[in-house]
């Protein structure tokens, strides 16, 4: 049973534009969410995380917005540069942030 | 701060032989890592927790006497993949919890190709 859902495998955006990346969890537990950008053969990087107490975290061109009452979360990314292009994944942990359960994955593509 | 790194970054090998990954947290003591596969185009599929100087905590329908996990010190834990088959080819990722941020850092992977 798959707790963290990321829907789409796959999302292409012009250069300039806004990515929009979702994530869809199960378990009410979660209280903290992160994302993480992956390029191919190499280990996942830290994008931007967010405690359930907040509804918004923003970072520069990246802003990720928690729904609660719908456990869902997204990232923004404005405005979308072709060395964004990867595998954006968003992982969820409760109370314990020893464990992380990763959704699987978004390929973002943007394109000149 | 808070890199880990992760040996060898590809490998092959033949099947029915053993091959060892390194994961080392450089610049910060880890006394749990986290050793993760991930299939072509699958997401991230946590393999066993590895907690220093005792057993490590496998998932669900992984292997233990296949991968062989083994957390030494504070700053080293290994993935031994025994008798290797070419269906254990993946990609092999390492992570620990970072103490910078709440989260993990991850290796930079393994390839591995059994032939």
């Known amino acids: 049973d798959q707790q963290v859902k990321q829907n789409s495998p796959s999302l292409s955006v012009q250069e300039g534009r806004i990515s929009i990346l979702n994530c869809d969890y199960t378990?009410?537990?979660?209280?903290?969410f992160l994302w993480y950008k992956k390029y191919p053969a190499e280990g996942p990087t830290f994008l931007i995380s967010i405690s359930s107490i907040k509804d918004k975290n923003e970072d520069g061109r990246f802003t990720v917005f928690l729904n609660k009452s719908a456990k869902h979360l997204s990232l923004h990314i404005v405005p979308s540069q072709p060395g964004d292009s990867a595998v954006y994944f968003c992982?969820?942990?409760?109370?314990?942030?020893?464990?992380?359960?990763f959704g699987s994955g978004t390929k973002l593509n943007v394109k000149p | 701060g808070a890199v880990v790194s992760q040996h060898p970054s590809w490998v092959i090998c033949k099947s029915g032989t053993s091959v060892k990954i390194e994961c080392r947290s450089l610049?910060?003591?880890?006394?749990?890592m986290f050793w993760y596969r991930q299939f072509p185009k699958q997401s991230l599929m946590l393999m066993a927790t590895?907690?220093?100087?005792?057993?490590?905590?496998?998932e669900q329908g992984v292997e233990k006497d296949k991968f062989l996990i083994n957390h030494a010190s504070l700053t080293l834990s290994t993935l031994t993949v025994t008798s290797a088959h070419p269906e254990d080819s993946s990609f092999y990722i390492c992570s620990a919890i970072s103490p910078v941020r709440r989260g993990y850092t991850f290796g930079s992977g393994t390839r591995l190709t059994v032939v």
């Open positions: 610049d910060f003591q880890a006394t749990t």
């Open positions: 378990n009410s537990m979660f209280d903290y």
């Open positions: 590895s907690n220093e100087g005792s057993k490590a905590t496998y």
């Open positions: 992982a969820a942990s409760r109370n314990n942030f020893n464990k992380f359960y």
